[in-house]
Structures are given as C-alpha cells and as structure tokens.
C-alpha cells in the first residue's frame, strides 16, 4: 500500500510521533494517580493498573521515538508500527479499567 504524502514527507511522521509522545505522557499520570489511589487505599489492584500504565507508557516513549527513524517509504513498517501501538495502547486502557473496577467493587463490597 503505497501513501501519497506530498510535500509533507518529513512533518507528518514527527507529529505522529510527538501525539503517540503526548499519550505517553498521559499514560504516565495515569500511573501516578493509580499508585496515589493504590497507596491510600492500600489496594494491590491499584498497584497494578499503576505498573501497567508505566509499562505502556514507556513502550509509548520507545516506539514513538523509534518511529521517528522509520524510513517514510516503508509503508508496511509504519502501517505494523501503528497497529501495534494502537492494539497495545487500547489492550493496557481496557486492562486499567477493569483492575480499578474490581478494586472499587471490592472495597465497596468486601
């Protein structure tokens, strides 16, 4: 699959780079409230959203600097690059959810 990118051949790949940066970042407060929650509330389940939203949040950093030495004309590199992120990205939100919602049920009912 071949992408016509004009004369933005440089730009492009350096802005997708710097948002997946930007995610990183909020991925990274994310561990920091989910280790605040986890140590006032003393819950293992806190803690472990918390060690992995850092995870995915360094994965984040690596990758998108990585990116940025891709070479724009290998479309089926970045095109995996992208669907890992994105797969990884929605992978560790859905676990994140689901381990700060046990810990709520489970304070709320245990």
Known sequence: MRVDRGADKGLQPER??????????????????????????????????????????????RTSRLRTFLNPGDEEALIRTRIRMIGATSGAVIAMAILHMAAVLRHLFG
């Open 16 to 61: 997708t780079g710097l948002a997946w940066s930007r995610t990183g970042f909020v991925m990274m407060l994310v561990a920091l409230l989910s280790v605040r929650m986890g140590m006032g509330r003393s819950s293992l389940l806190h803690l472990a959203a918390a060690a992995l939203a850092a995870t995915a949040a360094l994965a984040l950093f």
